[in-house]
């Protein structure tokens, strides 16, 4: 069986997609100017870059401590509790409910405590601190005025030297999160939509892809690998 070759796309002519995970859904793997995976004519991938967090650790032995950051929902927490209760609450079946400031109120400020870690986050977490690393979280949720993800975020997973978290926001012209990667010289940053990964590489970073939870409120699901960023195993956990 002979697998298809990496097609390279036309360049990028303008900026469409947001680089938060909130914008209004569309279908994974459509980000122009990007390498993508071509899908064989047996519907098959071609094969996917996965890696453990034990490889992604002896890959970063001997090198110094650096900057690495997260995205937070469907990465390092499983935060659809909140995010469900919004959808019903403002936007009963869709997904205007994002675009309203007052969800965005009571996620960021009451709705986090319903957030579920996510093990993949805990293993991660505890091996770039174990390295010295500096963690940044960069969020596409709006800001409110208020939060508690900071403080949750911290308790969760035990962060010795925690940053306040960023929230980037989302645009339909730009991808939000690329400018905060860059600013902070962060290396690595780790996320689950396609948005994720292409702003790491905007910024001169490594975007690793975590896999979304299949349970997810937020939908559609990513396809893995589309643009043969390394995938982390077993992390829709």
């Given amino acids: 069986m002979k697998l298809s070759t990496i097609a390279?796309?036309?360049?990028?002519?303008?900026a469409f997609a947001s680089g938060?995970?909130?914008?209004?859904?569309?279908?994974?793997?459509?980000?122009?100017?990007?390498?993508?995976?071509?899908?064989?004519?047996?519907?098959?991938?071609?094969?996917?870059h996965w890696v453990s967090v034990e490889d992604i650790e002896n890959s970063l032995e001997g090198k110094p401590p650096m900057?690495?950051?997260?995205?937070?929902d469907d990465t390092v927490l499983f935060?659809?509790?909140?995010?469900?209760?919004?959808?019903?609450?403002?936007?009963?079946?869709g997904y205007s409910y994002l675009k309203k400031q007052q969800f965005w109120d009571k996620m960021?400020?009451?709705w986090e405590k319903f957030s579920l870690p996510k093990t993949i986050g805990q293993k991660l977490i505890s091996m770039h601190q174990k390295r010295g690393d500096?963690?940044?979280?960069?969020?596409?949720?709006?800001?409110?005025?208020?939060?508690?993800?900071?403080?949750?975020?911290?308790?969760?997973?035990?962060?010795?030297?925690?940053?306040k978290v960023i929230f980037a926001g989302s645009s339909k012209t730009e991808y939000t999160k690329t400018k905060h990667i860059k600013d902070h010289n962060i290396k690595m940053y780790y996320g689950d939509s396609?948005?994720?990964?292409?702003?790491?590489?905007?910024?001169?970073?490594?975007?690793?892809?975590?896999?979304?939870?299949?349970?997810?409120?937020?939908?559609?699901?990513p396809q893995n690998g589309i643009y043969g960023e390394r995938i982390v195993e077993d992390s829709q956990y």
Wanted: aromatic share 10%; proline share 6%; hydrophobic share 30%.
């Fill in 134 to 163: 500096d963690i940044y979280f960069i969020t596409g949720r709006s800001p409110s005025a208020c939060e508690i993800s900071t403080q949750y975020l911290k308790d969760t997973f035990g962060i010795e030297n925690m940053h």
């Fill in 20 to 48: 938060s995970t909130f914008a209004d859904p569309k279908e994974p793997g459509t980000e122009q100017g990007y390498s993508t995976i071509e899908i064989m004519q047996q519907g098959e991938p071609a094969q996917l």
């Fill in 79 to 93: 935060s659809s509790p909140g995010f469900y209760r919004g959808q019903q609450e403002y936007s009963p079946n």
């Fill in 67 to 72: 900057a690495v950051g997260f995205d937070i």
């Fill in 108 to 110: 960021n400020c009451e």
């Fill in 194 to 221: 396609d948005g994720d990964i292409i702003s790491a590489r905007q910024a001169g970073a490594e975007g690793l892809r975590i896999m979304r939870s299949a349970n997810s409120s937020y939908k559609p699901v």
């Fill in 8 to 14: 390279i796309t036309s360049l990028l002519a303008c």
